[in-house]
Each structure stands twice: as structure tokens, then as C-alpha cells.
Nanobody, 128 residues
């Protein structure tokens, strides 16, 4: 099975920056999608970003546009989420998920269950 591991979370001050990484292994196809999600205490999980490895197309929700940037390293099957100007409302457990269907980024906001392989999450806390 495809395995996914997130890392890079931690405690940062408001306005600070953090970079998360997501490493996937066990692929049997060359084209896939990697999406980023987060879940704050007492709230539903929220899709925030997605990237297609085959052409680098990226997607963001409005609340993170201009602050977060997603990228990928195809050789390492890795996605990075650069998070700048962090706010207390960004506090959440951040997850990445991978799917071998290369067009999954079309559905990352509303159809989380379509992503087949999930990491266990990394905690991001933004506080003074």
C-alpha cells in the first residue's frame, strides 16, 4: 500500500512561518495527486491545498491564498507546504493524503474520502 508521513509541525508565534513535508512511498503509477488538509479542535476537517505531480498544477482555498505555498519533488514523492504569516486560526492538526488518480485535485475540497492514503498528521500551534 501507499504510505504517507507528514513532518515539520510545531509551535510558532503569530506572523511566523513553518514548512511541512509529506513523503509518500509504495507507488505503482507515475501520476498522482497530493492534498493537504487540516482539522482544528471541535471543527470538521478542511481541505486547504492540492498539487498534481505530473504538471505542478496547484490549488488553494481562499483563507490560505497568498500565505501558503505548496510544491513537490517528484523524484522523492514529496510535497511541501510553506506556511507564512501564520495566524492563531491556523492552529490544527495538518494531514496530507495521496491518491493514484491524477485528477483527484478537482475534488479535494468536498470529497475527502476519494483520497486513498493518509498520513497520521502533524500538529501546528500558532500562539503567543
Amino acid at each position: 500500500e501507499v504510505q504517507v508521513v507528514e513532518s515539520g509541525g510545531g509551535l510558532v508565534q503569530p506572523g511566523g512561518s513553518l514548512r511541512l513535508s509529506c513523503v509518500a512511498s509504495g507507488f505503482t503509477v507515475d501520476d498522482y495527486a497530493i492534498a493537504w488538509f487540516r482539522q482544528a479542535p471541535g471543527k470538521e476537517r478542511e481541505g486547504i491545498s492540492c498539487i498534481n505531480n505530473f504538471d505542478g498544477t496547484t490549488y488553494y482555498i481562499d483563507s490560505v491564498k497568498g500565505r501558503f505555498t505548496v510544491s513537490n519533488d517528484n523524484a522523492k514523492h514529496t510535497s511541501y507546504l510553506q506556511m507564512n504569516n501564520l495566524k492563531p486560526d491556523d492552529t490544527a492538526v495538518y494531514y496530507c493524503a495521496v491518491d493514484s488518480q491524477y485528477d483527484r485535485c478537482y475534488y479535494y475540497i468536498d470529497y475527502h474520502d476519494l483520497f486513498g492514503a493518509w498520513g497520521q498528521g502533524t500538529q501546528v500551534t500558532v500562539s503567543s
